[in-house]
């Protein structure tokens, strides 16, 4: 994926302001017509196809768009290179319209090409090329839908991302789970681990190429650093009995966590430098599931020190920490947004487990999703988006859904098998 990154634009120039307008309230999705991306040579018709079907997919996913079924299009091949006939496209009822071609250059690589127009104005709102290798055409993919998707709405995309996760397979006995990653859309499953033993709560390293996660194998649970691209694995550190939840600081140098001793947990942070720990905080409660804020300030967490688990913030270097959820039920796994204005966190209550967001001072509750047995939420890079899992009980097991922070729009994300535990990376560079 590192030839990826090196990605050759940009060619275009945004003319009008149309923009989506995202509100908490009724919204219905803007249509986009996306005909297939044209073919430079013969034998990129394939690949054109395939852009095209995977730029539909994400932006039809995201619940902002209505992609127009190519059948009522009175046009089915467009020329990059002139304007449209933007009379045939207002005549599908089209608000917006994505050109594209993909052609093979001679020294093997591709060459992928896409205008973005506002139909009503006919003017160009985007209009990009990249060069990179044919194998990475599921990419050039995912960074047009993110470039349409940040003109329409005024935000980052999250398309071009990727998921790390659970795979579980086998019966609920004798279940096999291993470390596995994919894209955001559930292509491209690369299995980490060989299953020979226990993986728990994978998170990304700011940088998207590493990732921290927990390992049952002989003796004490240990956290593990490991780099997605080389395979290479390290021990963040030996600690005495058992710890939980690693999660990287923002700025990628700093491990938090949390250390059983006895029956309390608390709160640790290694520096990934010089392996010193620090303490952070020291009750005779649980406190366990750290996460940062995006800016490094604070940390979130959950603490049963008030009788029942709740959500705290702290200082990060530690101090006192104020409570902030204060509904019915029990509040776990906490995680901050990536635009630091949502926690999200699991409910339980009442016979149910919820998904929910909240301000960080607490206000703003709302619950996005709730049933048996919903849990882990993760951000899209983006803060739009929340990713978790839902076990439904019985002789089944977990599958990973989404939902729009708004609380609209939740879907299930395609796995090989069962899957729990998702961490979102953030964008891909």
Known sequence: MASAGALLGLQGTSFAQKRITITEGEFAPVPIAIPNFAAGTPGDAEVGVG???VITNNLKRSGLFAPIDQAAYLEKQINIDAAPNFNNWKA????ALVTGRMTRQANGRVKAEFRLWDVNTGQQLAGQQYDT?????????????????????????????RVVFIDETGSKERRVKRLAIMDQDGANVRYLTRGADLVLTPRFSPNSQEITYMEFGQGDPRVYLFN??????????????????PRFSPDGQRIIMSLQQGGNSNLFVMDLRSKSTTR???????????SYAPDGSRICFESDRGGKPQIYVMPATGGGAQRISFGEGSYSTPVWSPRGDYIAFTKQGGGQFAIGIMKPDGSGERILTAGFHNEGPTFSPNGRVVMFFRDPGGNGGPSLYTVDVSGRNELKVPTPGFASDPAWSPLLS
Request: cysteine-free.
């Open 92 to 95: 599908i009822n089209a608000q």
């Open 133 to 161: 290798s044919a194998d990475y055409w599921r990419r050039i993919a995912h960074i047009i839908s993110d470039q349409v998707y940040e003109r329409m709405t005024g935000e980052k995309g999250y398309f071009d991302s």
């Open 280 to 290: 952070l905080t020291d009750t005779p409660a649980i406190d366990t599931s750290p």
């Open 228 to 245: 997605i691209e080389t395979g290479q694995r390290e021990i963040v550190g030996n600690f005495p009995g058992m710890s939980f939840s």
């Open 51 to 53: 852009v095209t079907q």
